[in-house]
């Protein structure tokens, strides 16, 4: 199993920055591609960013945050950073760092492959 820990989370104003980071723990969190998802009450989980496992491996995102979202990886600390600019107040959710066990060149998009979650993070950004 692996244990994930975000953190980052925190009221913004429209067209500030903030760092979001996961940290994965426990059986071989190297073999995980890592994701990340946002939700609001009401809706469904949406997708933002995912990574391979592979140092080789592809980076996806949702095309609400292409251009703006940038998300990597740290294998020797077990991390991942979702760095996010340009934030606007479409932005607010809660954020959730997961992981499955996936050696694929092109990481999951679907919540539902997805099999370990953190417990989340709140992301508000003011107009």
């Known amino acids: 199993q692996v244990q994930l820990v975000e953190s980052g989370g925190g009221l913004v104003q429209s067209g500030d920055s903030l760092r979001l980071s996961c940290v994965a723990s426990?059986?071989?969190?190297?073999?995980?591609?890592m994701g990340w998802f946002r939700q609001v009450p009401g809706k469904e989980r949406e997708f933002v960013a995912a990574i391979s496992a592979r140092d080789d491996g592809d980076t996806e995102y949702g095309d609400s945050v292409t251009g703006r979202f940038t998300l990597s990886r740290d294998h020797a600390k077990n991390t991942v950073v979702l760095q996010m600019i340009s934030l606007r107040p479409s932005d607010t959710a809660v954020y959730y760092c997961?992981?499955?066990?996936?050696?694929?060149?092109?990481?999951?998009?679907?919540?539902?492959?997805?099999?370990?979650w953190g417990q989340g993070t709140q992301v508000t950004v003011s107009s």
């Open positions: 997961a992981a499955v066990l996936f050696l694929g060149f092109i990481p999951p998009r679907e919540s539902d492959d997805y099999d370990y």
């Open positions: 426990g059986r071989t969190p190297d073999a995980y591609a």
